[in-house]
């Protein structure tokens, strides 16, 4: 039994080994899987910045707005923003809006041209690229949104004042609530044609004329152009190659079968001639690694198997084994590395312990953070090594 647990073990590290002599290319810019299934690499402060500028239209809901002509009510309306993509499918942005905006006594008899600001905070959800995979190449995207705001109007000028109700001339402002809806057509790497439209509620009292409605109405319809500002991409986290863990998988599956095979054959055989056993020899060292993903000291499912060999390995040769902590070096400071080296290799410990009963004074635990780095590659080195040899 104890070489059938060797040469799993051994199976699996030889594997391993194989992984390290691929080059490793990152998935940037795709994914395989949709968006919200996906892991993707933490970008940057200054990376997937954007700045739009656009212009349309704009219509006021006050109390006497229906009684005017459609056209009559329409206003130029400037728009610019600034945001920023936390992930293909999550942003946040400040956008700025104003211009002209009319108002109507009842019946509209009279007109007011009066001028607005208005600015909010927006959260986007990319829903292309939620639910279907990420692909920065793609031609349309759609863009839902809400948001929160203020709006203001000024001051009207002496001759925009109602011979009826002079108290139209007064500043009125109010907290808005947003939502709308940006379709983004790709035009290049940087650049996006934009078509948005988005709705405000405001207090009743902003088109200054208060009667029994429970709030003033600002809808927009406006198009531009977007600027993609530093890194534009995302990058896929894959802390393994999939398609040689699940080979590695067939492998050891096919060296289960063959040994339940073999165990149903008969102890003795009469008719087979008796070969001597020649003596066993006994590799007492072994040596295994954890994986883990950027910034992360969780073990990953498909890890288990190297803590689940190195515990083999301990019980059947009775050894001592020591847990060694790692942290790239071109990701977080030293210090935060080295806390980071420590939860992994403790977090290994704790599954020997935890999981496969391996006692506590038989596991040493260290850690490096990134001053030491075991591979000449970066992304290698977030890994715990556990090394058992019972020869030193």
Known sequence: MKTKVLVLALLSSFAISTAFAQEFKPQVGFSNEAGYKTNFKKNKAGDNWF???????????????SDAKFT??????????????????????????????????????????????????DLLWDVTNFWAPYNENKVFRLIPWVGFGYAQR????DENVSPILNSVAI?????TLNAGILTAFRLSKRVDLNIEYQGS??????????????????????AGFTFKLGKTDFEVLQPMD??????????????RAQNNELSKRPESCPECKQVEAAPAVV????????????????????QQINVYNTAEFVKHNNVPVKVIGYADKKTGKAGYNMKL???????VAKELQAKYGIPSDQITVEWKGCEEQPYSINNWNRVVIMTSNGNK
């Open 154 to 157: 000024f001051k009207n000028p």
């Open 201 to 222: 509620l405001l207090n009743e009292q902003f088109n200054r004329i208060f009667y029994h409605h429970l709030s003033d109405g600002l809808t927009q319809l406006s």
């Open 72 to 121: 009559n009510r329409l206003n130029f309306a400037p728009q610019f923003s600034l945001g920023k993509w936390f992930n293909p499918y999550l942003a946040f942005r400040l956008q700025f809006n104003g211009g002209s905006v009319h108002g109507f006594e009842k019946n509209a008899t009279f007109m007011e041209h009066n001028r607005y600001v208005a600015a909010h905070a």
């Open 242 to 255: 999939y398609n040689l863990l699940n080979d590695l998988n067939n492998q050891i599956n096919s060296l």
């Open 341 to 347: 080296s420590e939860k992994r290799a403790k977090a």
């Open 51 to 65: 700045i739009s500028i656009a212009g349309g239209v704009s219509t006021l809901y006050g109390d006497y707005n």
């Open 171 to 175: 500043r009125t402002e109010s907290p």
């Open 283 to 302: 590799n007492n060292y072994a040596e295994n690694v954890v994986f883990f993903r950027l910034n992360s000291s969780k073990i990953d499912k498909n």
